[in-house]
């Protein structure tokens, strides 16, 4: 995955670029500010502990396209931080599901275009359904085995 940044506050010495930034001259935010910040929340980005060893989640995408993406991250307390999002050119949708091998002890769905917190809590099941679009979806897996290392 990668992610650019072109400029944080737009320029106002140079025409044409008056509106790449993530806040505007005044400084006040864009919405891709409250995006990123809500992501970064979700993430908890500022976590200071180390993963000694990582563990293995298995799980498989369905009626997935090649416009859909996937990121898999682990944070230190053993849950799963599954990164989904689309990239279709023409606009659309993409409805997948996601198997899981084993039924986790908990999921939850986050948009962070809409907040910071989980919009949907799903009872533990071997199968999640999501419509992804223009911009990505977060799956909290967290499976009962895993312990703080």
Same mark, same amino acid.
Not at 108 to 128: F, G, N, Q
């Given at each position: 995955?990668?992610?650019?940044?072109?400029?944080?506050?737009?320029?106002?010495? #140079?025409?044409?670029?008056?509106?790449?930034?993530?806040?505007?001259?005044? !400084?006040?935010?864009?919405?891709?500010?409250?995006? *990123?910040?809500?992501?970064?929340?979700? *993430?908890?980005?500022? #976590?200071?502990?180390? =993963? !000694?060893?990582?563990?293995?989640?298995?799980?498989?995408?369905? $009626?997935?396209?090649?416009?859909?993406? #996937?990121?898999? *991250?682990?944070?230190?307390?053993?849950?799963?931080?599954?990164?989904?999002? %689309? +990239?279709?050119?023409?606009?659309?949708?993409?409805?997948?599901?996601?198997?899981?091998? +084993?039924?986790?002890?908990? =999921?939850?769905?986050?948009?962070? &275009?809409?907040?910071?917190?989980?919009?949907?809590?799903?009872?533990?099941?071997?199968?999640? $359904?999501?419509?992804?679009? %223009?911009?990505?979806?977060?799956?909290? =897996?967290?499976?009962?085995?895993? &312990?703080?290392?």
């Amino acid at each position: 995955m990668r992610a650019i940044l072109y400029i944080l506050r737009d320029r106002v010495d #140079e025409g044409g670029n008056q509106k790449f930034g993530l806040f505007t001259p005044e !400084n006040a935010p864009r919405k891709a500010a409250h995006y *990123l910040h809500n992501m970064a929340a979700v *993430l908890n980005m500022g #976590e200071k502990k180390n =993963i !000694n060893s990582t563990e293995q989640l298995s799980y498989a995408i369905h $009626n997935i396209s090649e416009t859909v993406h #996937e990121l898999l *991250l682990q944070k230190s307390e053993g849950e799963f931080y599954l990164i989904l999002w %689309d +990239e279709r050119f023409t606009g659309g949708k993409d409805e997948i599901e996601i198997e899981f091998p +084993e039924i986790p002890a908990s =999921i939850e769905i986050y948009d962070a &275009t809409e907040s910071a917190e989980p919009l949907k809590s799903l009872e533990p099941e071997k199968y999640v $359904n999501l419509v992804l679009s %223009d911009h990505p979806v977060i799956v909290k =897996i967290k499976y009962p085995l895993f &312990t703080a290392i």
